[in-house]
């Protein structure tokens, strides 16, 4: 069974920087690409960032580009997201998320319950 | 603004059909697959619908999808009032290089 448990979330404050984790478990970890999506207090769903499973293709949405940094330890089976600079708009549940492969490319298969990050004075 | 254009409200009665429509442009669903998913009230979202029309192994067939030109809808037969909840469209998007969400689309079963 996929198990995918996001860690690291807290408050912090505006231009401080957190490092989220999430911890995966039950597939194989270094074939997928994980992903970040965040939700805003009452608000829809936003992409944030994708990186591939051998690291080697990273993309970000524009309004993290330069602050946020995805990365992964495929011995440790974990995705990171360097968040810096943070900004009160960062303020979100971020849940980490794995990719489908084959006929399920591009879709967003498993997610985790999320973490809170709160950016405020 | 969200790339991806959804009604932000939708109802109906139980057991009866609801559709939810999802509209883009030709750099998104125009050229990619559409997913959804359902995200109840307090809970992650969950993985709904992919590539345009296929359902996840436990999802009911009540749910289907459809996808033509650069639009793409969600229906939902027989509604249960379990299925209250938020439904997002989502698509890669090949001029921003990422994925595009709706804004979503709170379905209520009266």
């Known amino acids: 069974e996929v198990h995918l448990l996001e860690s690291g979330g807290g408050l912090v404050q505006p231009g401080g920087s957190l490092r989220l984790s999430c911890a995966a478990s039950g597939f194989t970890f270094d074939f997928y690409a994980m992903t970040w999506v965040r939700q805003a207090p009452g608000k829809g769903l936003e992409w944030v960032s994708v990186i591939s499973g051998s690291g080697g293709s990273i993309y970000y949405s524009d309004s993290v580009k330069g602050r946020l940094t995805i990365s992964r330890d495929n011995s440790e089976n974990t995705v990171y997201l360097q968040m810096s600079s943070l900004r009160p708009e960062d303020t979100a549940v971020y849940y980490c998320?794995?990719?489908?492969?084959?006929?399920?490319?591009?879709?967003?298969?498993?997610w985790g319950q999320g973490t809170l990050v709160t950016v405020a004075s | 603004q969200s790339v991806l254009t959804q009604p932000p409200s939708a109802s109906e009665t139980p057991g009866q059909r609801v559709t939810i429509s999802c509209s883009g442009s030709s750099s998104n669903i125009g050229s990619n697959t559409v997913n959804w998913y359902q995200q109840v009230p307090g809970t992650a979202p969950k993985l709904l619908i992919y590539r345009n029309n296929q359902r996840p192994s436990g999802v009911p067939d009540r749910f289907s999808g459809s996808k033509s030109g650069t639009s793409a809808s969600l229906a939902i037969s027989g509604l249960q009032s379990e299925d209250e909840a938020d439904y997002y469209c989502?698509?890669?998007?090949?001029?921003?290089?990422?994925?595009?969400f709706g804004v979503g689309t709170k379905l209520t079963v009266l």
């Open positions: 998320v794995k990719v489908g492969v084959g006929a399920a490319a591009h879709a967003f298969e498993h």
């Open positions: 989502a698509a890669w998007d090949d001029s921003l290089t990422g994925w595009v």
